[in-house]
RNA sequence: GGCCGAGUGGCAGAGUGGUUAUGCAGAGGACUGCAAAUCCUUGUACAUCGGUUCGAUUCCGGUCUCGGCCUCCA
């Protein structure tokens, strides 16, 4: 089976055929620097993290760059709220979302360009867009000329003239056009500045992706990803200026957008307040468990998170692992159902069912090498998916907010074992029920009492 | 208003023109001094109204509901 994509170009599932098979190159939008990421924002981390350790798997060298944006009006903004230096923001807010993408076990991109080291790049591109009549300045800006492009719109459907129809924003006067969005605009001394044909300025939104895919993977690669709301204006502006500027090559072939993250029901946002950074729900439950649940609804499809689905994502888990324990390390293939699941455009719930079917085919065989195998099997598997790469012990002894100490168990252990052995089980089970309602899970076996924080 | 997506059993969530998704939770049983884990059994879902069809949750059309986007960002 080969891989397929669903390719929002077209809008269906294609099969992948990469420019160059020995060598597939993949783009995705990174952070904008201004503040800390949210749950949305780790869902398109996560999913395209999934495609990297799979197009991996399949293909012999992967290319995968990561943009970090640290120009932008809302890290001006920010930084003036509160009252720090852009470059201390910026360098914070960057420092945080890598150790945030760390706990939940994405992978470092291959390439993590900074917008702000790419300037003289964007500079260039919006020379040869005004050279090539794409694009034209006006009082100190640089505007993209829509109607210079005939192909404007393919990515997201919309007609050029529908777009003004709707639009709730007032037109600014140096447009020619109301639909032409901005490439340069003007700095003033208290904002981030720099020397270009057109004066002090700054770089406008899309420029930076246009100007930072085209330098590490040249003017057409093979995969574009991002959330589902970038694919207008963001996405649709970076293949118009990037293929104007290009003598209309293909940005890129694939275009793969995820699904929006919602709270119980509604969209997540400041305004409503039902806004979880991820480094929040860190403090709460394992990053694993907050992957798990990202993964568990298909990528394009919307994402509740509601109440218990970490409840339920953490029994799983727990069940995992638990298959897992024992294991002792050999190579063994990756189980093919989950392969093929994965190369179905990403259907990472089917891939799951299959983790599923191990674990429950682990505990039925009877043949510990056959299950000492199916364990590897569950774990590289898993591993594809960025899952059950801890230790099983080291799973079950991480609990969050534990209330009581390890040493302090042993204790009460022992003298359970005394209880026990003494035939006082009213004793020994007032033991357990104490470790219970403290969060621990005594595990009797012919070897003795294992414990483990529920 | 325009474009797009979605409505599946208590919950989460795949998929399919006719045959079990899977999981979580629940119930019953086995095992266990008691538990945990595990195993067995159990629950006959696909918004609604029409149409096509021998047969539709699955295709087509209407309706309702929900969500996203509709530019330089709240």
């Excluded at 390439?111 to 867009?129: C, F, N």
């Excluded at 230790?391 to 359970?416: M, N, V, Y």
Aim: glycine share 6%.
């Amino acid at each position: 089976m080969t891989l397929r994509i669903y390719n929002t170009l077209t809008r269906q599932k294609e099969a992948f055929k990469p420019i160059d098979s020995k060598h597939v190159k993949m783009y995705v939008c990174g952070p904008t620097v201004y503040d800390s990421a949210h749950l949305g924002n780790a869902r398109p981390v996560v999913v395209f993290d999934v495609l990297y350790r799979l197009l991996t798997h399949l293909y012999p060298k992967v290319t995968y760059a990561r943009n970090i944006t640290d120009v932008d009006d809302k890290i001006i903004k920010a930084a003036k709220k509160n009252n720090e230096s852009i470059d201390t923001l910026t360098k914070r807010t960057t420092d945080k979302y890598h150790q945030d993408m760390a706990a939940l076990n994405a992978l470092s991109p291959d390439i993590e360009p900074r917008a702000t080291q790419h300037i003289q790049q964007m500079i260039d591109i919006i020379k040869i867009l005004i050279d090539k009549g794409h694009a034209y300045a006006a009082e100190g800006h640089v505007l993209f000329s829509v109607k210079t492009d005939p192909n404007y719109g393919t990515l997201s459907g919309f007609d050029k003239d529908q777009i003004i129809s709707g639009a709730r924003v007032e037109v600014a006067p140096y447009k020619n056009d109301p639909e032409d969005f901005i490439l340069w605009k003007p700095s003033t001394d208290a904002m981030p500045g720099w020397e270009s044909p057109w004066g002090v300025g700054r770089p406008g939104w899309h420029i930076e992706c246009s100007a930072m895919a085209k330098a590490y993977l040249g003017e057409t690669f093979d995969i574009h990803g991002g959330g589902i709301d970038l694919v207008f204006p963001h996405h649709e502006n970076e293949i118009a200026q990037s293929s104007c500027c290009n003598d209309g090559k293909k940005l890129a072939n694939y275009w793969m957008h995820n699904g929006h993250l919602g709270v119980n029901g509604e969209k997540m946002s400041k305004s409503l307040g039902n806004f979880f950074t991820v480094s929040e729900k860190l403090s709460e439950i394992p990053g694993e468990v907050i992957r798990y649940v990202l993964l568990a609804t298909h990528y394009r499809q919307p994402l509740d998170w509601t109440g218990d689905v970490a409840g339920q994502a953490k029994n799983i888990l727990d069940k995992f692992y638990n298959a897992l324990d024992g294991n002792e390390r050999q190579v063994v293939d990756i189980n093919s159902g989950l392969l093929e699941s994965l190369q179905d455009d990403l259907n990472i719930p089917l891939a799951l069912s299959h983790l599923h079917e191990l674990v429950s085919e682990i505990h039925k065989t009877g043949d510990a090498d056959q299950k000492n195998k199916l364990q590897n099997e569950l774990r590289v598997s898993a591993n594809l998916l960025g899952l059950l790469y801890q230790d099983p012990h080291q799973w079950f002894k991480s609990a969050q907010g534990q209330a009581i100490e390890a040493g302090e168990i042993e204790t009460l252990i022992q003298q359970r074992r005394q209880a026990r052995a003494d035939k006082d089980f009213a004793l020994a089970d007032k033991i357990r029920d104490e470790l219970t309602a403290k969060g621990v899970v005594l595990l009797d076996s012919s070897d003795g009492t294992a414990w483990r924080y529920k």
